[in-house]
């Protein structure tokens, strides 16, 4: 689990990086929760994606947004953390050229920028967003949303009411070719206490299923 540095908008971020076996191992960037609310790259649900992730053959990155941990700058209220994400993908993407496939997971804020990040992005092929928070920020961007992909939440989440987040998987899954694979987990909170290891299987289940169906990457230039 290499510890990282690479350049961002607004000076170097840290990250951890797990480079897959194969040479055109596919590409999973994670992305950590609120940094205004102690998020980071080391919080549980990030943990056990990025490991999920490189257990079943994946490049994976996961990395600390502005202004947390040792990575520099100030925390901007998304547009920045966008540009960091974006940069980080930029990293992994030049370090991997072979990728024959790109992922995106982020768990809450993560999983806002992480939809605004594939909405830009052709080459992302697929998602898993975690409790994304439905009822705190705006989602509107997502018309239409480009790709299929799963969203998982917890139905006892007391930040994020999970028919907030139902209603937006039914939104996303109205799209003729777009399919949602909306997961609740039973007895959920908001940071999975106690739950990890389902939301691990829900993510090794849904990759594995459609991993080896998708077309390799293309450049985004």
């Excluded at 994946?58 to 925390?75: A, D, E, I, K, P």
């Excluded at 975690?130 to 930040?159: K, Q, R, T, W, Y």
Aim: glycine share 10%; net charge neutral.
């Amino acid at each position: 689990m290499p510890e990282i540095i690479f350049n961002g908008p607004e000076g170097r971020l840290e990250g951890r990086y797990q480079h897959g076996t194969e040479e055109s191992a596919p590409l999973a960037l994670v992305l950590h929760p609120h940094p205004k609310h102690g998020g980071n790259m080391n919080h549980k649900v990030v943990y056990s994606v990025y490991h999920t992730f490189a257990r079943i053959g994946f490049s994976v990155l996961r990395f600390n947004f502005r202004g947390v941990g040792r990575s520099q700058g100030t925390y901007s209220g998304g547009g920045g953390e966008f540009n960091d994400a974006a940069s980080a993908l930029d990293w992994m993407q030049s370090y991997n050229p072979g990728a024959r496939a790109c992922w995106i997971s982020g768990y809450s804020f993560g999983a806002w920028i992480g939809f605004q990040l594939l909405m830009r992005r052709p080459e992302i092929s697929s998602f898993v967003n975690i409790a994304p928070p439905a009822n705190l920020f705006d989602f509107s961007f997502l018309a239409p949303c480009p790709i299929s992909g799963m969203v998982i939440h917890g139905d006892a989440d007391e930040l994020v009411p999970e028919p907030e987040v139902a209603k937006l998987a039914r939104k996303l899954s109205s799209q003729r070719t777009v399919d949602i694979d909306y997961r609740k987990v039973v007895g959920a909170d908001h940071y999975f206490t106690n739950h990890l290891d389902v939301v691990s299987g829900h993510v090794k289940d849904y990759v594995g299923q459609n991993l080896r169906t998708m077309s390799p990457i293309t450049d985004s230039t």
